[in-house]
């Protein structure tokens, strides 16, 4: 999967609709913390894949943030202090869309998970280009 450079922006709304899922989910009178795990997950995968478009590089199919994020540190360095918000968010890809007889996440977990999500979101922002 490869986008042209100037498509970083369209990664960047969808991780923003992810957001806005976890927002809604959090404001409701039962909140699906596998759901909200899923969206946070979700919210770094799509930032981390916009600033590899915006650098130029090709995407490959995952959902594995410690990778997506190994390439995204070939461009700037400074990424490798997300390497811990991104193994902890790294398995709510794929599992926390399935049950699970031995981990249903609750709300601690989605909490910590939502936290990561958005320290990976703040510092990816704050290196692409402001005109998208």
């Known amino acids: ?3 042209p450079k100037s498509n970083f922006s ?9 957001l806005l899922n976890i927002q809604n989910n959090l404001a409701a009178e ?10 946070a997950q979700q919210v770094a995968e799509k930032v ?7 650098h130029g590089r090709d995407l ?8 997506l ?3 995204c ?3 700037d360095a400074g990424l490798a202090d997300l390497e811990s918000d991104c193994r902890k968010l790294t398995s709510y890809g794929v599992a926390a869309r399935y049950p699970d007889d031995l981990f249903e996440p609750g709300e601690a977990d989605g909490r910590d998970v939502v936290a990561a999500a958005h320290r990976i979101r703040a ?9 998208q």
């Open 1 to 3: 999967m490869s986008s």
């Open 10 to 18: 369209a990664w960047l709304r969808k991780a923003d609709h992810d």
């Open 30 to 39: 039962e909140i699906p913390w596998d759901t909200v795990c899923f969206h």
């Open 48 to 54: 981390l894949k916009a600033f590899l478009i915006a």
């Open 60 to 67: 490959s199919k995952t959902h594995d943030l410690v990778a």
């Open 69 to 71: 994020l190994a390439k």
């Open 73 to 75: 540190v070939e461009c």
């Open 123 to 131: 510092k990816i922002l704050s290196l692409l280009p402001k005109n």
